[in-house]
């Protein structure tokens, strides 16, 4: 099992950017898939990105955020440029440990964060 804390949160202004940061325990990181979901109020969760040794990511956040990831760290992160109001939300951290394509892990991982909030302001 794998424990994951975010971190990096905060409010930002519109065409901000923002890196969060998710640390995970765990002796066989470099083994898990990573990505970060999104929740804005009153909406349901939605796929932001994922990393396994390839990278997939939200057609609304393509050419903006970049996910990377640093096995040495045992920590996953994520770039955030030219925010928008929209990309108001809590972000959580996710890991699998199945294998299998990378764009398959937007319809959900195994292990969970309990997410940082992002506040972008107009």
């Known amino acids: 099992q794998v424990q994951l804390v975010e971190s990096g949160g905060g409010l930002v202004q519109a065409g901000g950017s923002l890196r969060l940061s998710c640390a995970a325990s765990g002796r066989t990181f470099r083994s898990y898939a990573m990505g970060w979901f999104r929740q804005a109020p009153g909406k349901e969760r939605e796929f932001v990105a994922a990393i396994t040794s390839n990278t997939y990511y939200a057609d609304s956040v393509k050419g903006r955020f970049t996910i990377s990831r640093d096995n040495a760290k045992n920590t996953v992160y994520l770039q955030m440029n030219s925010l928008k109001p929209e990309d108001t939300a809590v972000y959580s951290c996710?890991?699998?440990?199945?294998?299998?394509?990378?764009?398959?892990?937007?319809?959900?991982?195994?292990?969970w964060g309990k997410g940082t909030l992002v506040t972008v302001s107009s």
């Open positions: 996710a890991a699998d440990s199945s294998i299998k394509a990378v764009h398959l892990y937007r319809y959900g991982m195994n292990y």
